[in-house]
C-alpha cells in the first residue's frame, strides 16, 4: 500500500477506512429507456470498473429485469423504491418480495425526491427499510438537510432525527448503507465541498459510536450524495468518513466510470 504523508488523514484513519469497501451507486432516478440503458450498459462493461468498489446502479422499477439481464456481473441492479407490506391493494407499488423475486438484492429508502416531493415521512421510510431488511433486500438509505435547514443550523439535528428513525428498524448495519445526500446539492450542481460533506459524515459516525459502539460505527459505509461528477469525486473520496457516492445526473453518463475508479488516489 503506498501512503503519502500529504494525504489528509493517518495511515490509522486510512486502514480504518479501507475496511470499508468503497461503494458507488447510481441512481438513475425516471430516467432511461431500453435504448438509453443499453448505453449505459455498454460503458459499465467497457469501464474498467475498480475491482475494490462495489458498483450498484438504481434502475426505473420497469426496467429492473431487463437492465439485470444486460448488467455486467460486477454491477448490480438496485430499485429505487418499495413498499413497507409484502402484498395487497396498494396499487402502483412494488414489494420488496417482488424486487427479489426477479432477482434484485438492493432497494433505495428514504430518497429526497420520495421525501419532500411525495412527502415520505421518517416514520414511513423506517418501515419501508425494516420490511426490505426483513425480506432479505440490501437498502441504501438516504437521508439529508434541505437548504432552509441548513441556513438555520439545523443539518445535525435533521439527519439525526432521520437516521434515528431509520435506526429503530435496523439489526444488521452491514445490510444498510448510509447516503447522506443534502437536499441543496441534489441535481443543482452544487456539490457540497469535501469539507462540508466529510463534517457531517463525521458526525453520523459519531452518532454511531455512542449508540453502537466504535467498531460498528468504523464498519458502516457512509455515501455522499449531490451533484457528484467525474472531477469533484476524487477529492471527496479522499475524506475519511466519505466510503463512495450516490450519482444522479453523471450515473447516466460514461463519466460514472470515473466516479466508480475516484478512490484510485494517487498521491
Ligand atoms: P445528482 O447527482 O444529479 O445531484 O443527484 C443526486 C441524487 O439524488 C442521487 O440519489
Request: contains cysteine; aromatic residues 8%.
Amino acid at each position: 500500500m503506498r501512503v503519502c504523508l500529504s494525504c489528509s488523514f493517518s495511515l490509522g484513519s486510512q486502514l480504518v477506512k479501507m475496511s470499508r469497501k468503497f461503494f458507488v451507486g447510481g441512481n438513475w432516478k425516471m430516467n432511461g429507456d431500453k435504448k438509453s440503458i443499453e448505453e449505459i450498459v455498454k460503458f459499465l462493461t467497457c469501464g474498467p470498473l475498480d475491482p475494490n468498489v462495489e458498483v450498484v446502479v438504481g434502475v426505473p422499477a420497469i426496467y429492473l429485469e431487463y437492465t439485470k439481464s444486460k448488467l455486467p456481473g460486477n454491477v448490480a441492479a438496485s430499485a429505487q423504491n418499495a413498499y413497507k407490506e409484502p402484498k395487497g391493494a396498494f396499487t402502483g407499488e412494488i414489494s420488496p418480495c417482488q424486487i427479489k423475486d426477479v432477482g434484485v438484492n438492493w432497494v433505495i429508502l428514504g430518497h429526497s425526491e420520495r421525501r419532500n416531493v411525495f412527502g415520505e415521512s421518517d416514520e414511513l421510510v423506517a418501515d419501508k427499510v425494516g420490511h426490505a431488511l426483513e425480506v432479505g433486500l440490501f437498502v441504501i438509505a438516504c437521508i439529508g438537510e434541505k437548504l432552509e435547514e441548513r441556513e438555520a443550523g439545523k443539518t445535525e439535528e435533521v439527519v439525526f432525527r432521520q437516521i434515528e428513525a431509520i435506526s429503530k428498524k435496523v439489526c444488521d448495519w452491514s445490510k444498510v448503507v448510509v447516503a447522506y445526500e443534502p437536499v441543496w446539492a441534489i441535481g443543482t450542481g452544487k456539490t457540497a465541498t469535501p469539507q462540508q460533506a466529510q463534517e457531517v459524515h463525521c458526525k453520523l459516525r459519531n452518532w454511531f459510536k455512542t449508540k453502537l459502539g466504535d467498531c460498528a460505527a468504523q464498519k458502516i459505509r457512509i455515501i455522499y450524495g449531490g451533484s457528484v461528477t467525474g472531477e469533484n469525486s476524487k477529492d471527496l473520496a479522499k475524506e475519511k468518513d466519505i466510503d463512495g457516492f450516490l450519482v444522479g445526473g453523471a450515473s447516466l453518463k460514461p463519466e460514472f466510470v470515473d466516479i466508480v475508479n475516484s478512490n484510485k488516489q494517487t498521491c
